[in-house]
């Protein structure tokens, strides 16, 4: 879902006319690839590939790699609040709210949807230390996400929540290592062949290995 419609742009046919360009096509195929690849990784080839420009047309419209990933970077963002905002929309309050976001971030991190990766997540590692501005980019929207979850939350409880600690996959890796198995108890099956996560609906002990 589209919150909107980026604009069509142009890219130059020489001498002639002008030819135009879906912007949001184009900026839909750079989601992709920076999401299945990764900023680094990403050539120039590759964009040109899943946008459908050559390359003189994305260096004209958005300078270069940093232009066109910081462009993709902020649809993907504004996509995902629009379908934020819809579903909590509609979700009522309180325990169904916070479902509902849970359930779009499960949703966004499992299945085929998953495998894509996570472009804010991914992007934050990457650009730590190589891209100030982008990477200041990068963690405000990762902050807005952030407030929004602990908005929800004392919505829910009527508690102000102070503060929070962030753990990552790997975070949460290191805590079962280092405490041992923990049990988890899930209302229905999970089955995630991209994750390796296998378990059926109720409890489960987990270990790190």
Known sequence: ?????????????????????????????????????????????????????VAGSIYKAFKDKRGIFLA????YIDERDAMRHLAMRHAGKGRDQLRELLGLYAAASSGSEGKQGCMVAGSAIELATMDTASARHVRAAYARHERLLVRTIQNLTGLTVNHYVRVSLLGFYNVVQALGPISVCL??????????????????????K
């Open 1 to 53: 879902m589209s919150p909107s419609n980026p604009p069509m742009a142009t890219r130059s046919r020489g001498r002639g006319r002008p030819r135009e360009f879906d912007m949001a096509k184009a900026l839909d195929g750079a989601v992709r690839v920076f999401r299945e690849r990764g900023y680094n990784a990403t050539t120039i080839a590759d964009l040109t590939q899943a946008t459908g420009l």
């Open 72 to 75: 993709a970077f902020d649809r």
């Open 187 to 208: 209302n229905h099956a999970v089955d995630d062949p991209y994750s390796g996560i296998d378990l059926p609906a109720g409890l489960s002990r987990l270990d790190a």
